[in-house]
């Protein structure tokens, strides 16, 4: 089976603050994925990696950032943490551009 | 741009009754078209996709989903609904512009009552 972790289930951080969220994915896959999902809105693209050291800015990259040093493991940072940044973010991964497999996801609340 | 609409925030229906939920799709050309659901506290896991071929689709867990052409919908459905089926469902379509990412719908709800 396939297996994408992130690094929390749940996170709290104060207003300004650095944020790291960290996704590793066991199964070699090329691609991976950061989205946040908030109610009403479904899921949106905020940043993906298509292989190391690429990324590409989704539909709502602003505010975020996104290193990608290995295969496997691909970080979503909030560089000043806001209020609005409140939200649940998910991870996935894909050898393909199609069937994406997801993390659990980071509940990230910036008090 | 690829998009697709959820037109139900929510959908009731009772156990053992047949479940639909709606999609529709705005695209170019041929869409790649899939459906996702998410239990509580989890993330998305992937139920079924209509890439070409059959119109009736079938997946995990008993869901099956129909592309209708002509009115630009991918409605998913199963015959007989479980409680444990109630969940958020995602339609989305593969963006074909530039890197072939998914483009997701706001989600439904879905409640099967006992």
């Known amino acids: 089976d396939v297996k994408v972790t992130q690094s929390s289930r749940y996170l709290v951080k104060r207003t300004g603050e650095k944020v790291f969220l960290e996704c590793v994915q066991d199964?070699?896959?090329?691609?991976m994925f950061w989205y946040r999902q908030d109610p009403g809105l479904g899921l949106r693209l905020i940043y993906f990696?298509?292989?190391?050291?690429?990324?590409e800015k989704g539909d709502i990259p602003e505010g975020y950032s996104v290193s990608r040093e290995k295969k496997e493991r691909f970080s979503l940072i909030l560089e000043s943490a806001s209020t609005n940044q409140t939200s649940m973010y998910l991870c996935?991964?894909?050898?393909?551009?199609?069937?994406?497999?997801f993390g659990p996801g980071t509940r990230l609340t910036v008090l | 741009a690829q998009s697709v609409a959820q037109p139900e925030d929510q959908v009731n229906v009772a156990e053992g009754n047949p479940l639909t939920v709606k999609c529709t799709y705005s695209?170019?050309?041929?869409?790649?078209l899939f459906w996702y659901v998410q239990y509580p506290n989890r993330g998305l896991q992937f139920l079924l996709k209509?890439?070409?071929?059959?119109?009736l689709v079938k997946g995990s867990y008993g869901f099956e989903a129909e592309f209708n052409k002509s009115q630009t919908s991918f409605h998913l459905k199963k015959p007989s609904a479980l409680v444990s089926d109630s969940a958020l469902y995602f339609c989305a379509v593969r963006d074909k512009t530039g890197f072939q990412k998914l483009v997701f719908g706001t989600g439904t709800r879905l409640l099967v009552s006992p």
């Open positions: 199964m070699d896959h090329e691609n």
């Open positions: 990696s298509y292989d190391v050291k690429m990324k």
């Open positions: 996935a991964s894909s050898p393909t551009a199609d069937t994406q497999y």
């Open positions: 695209v170019s050309g041929n869409p790649y």
């Open positions: 209509y890439i070409t071929g059959d119109n």
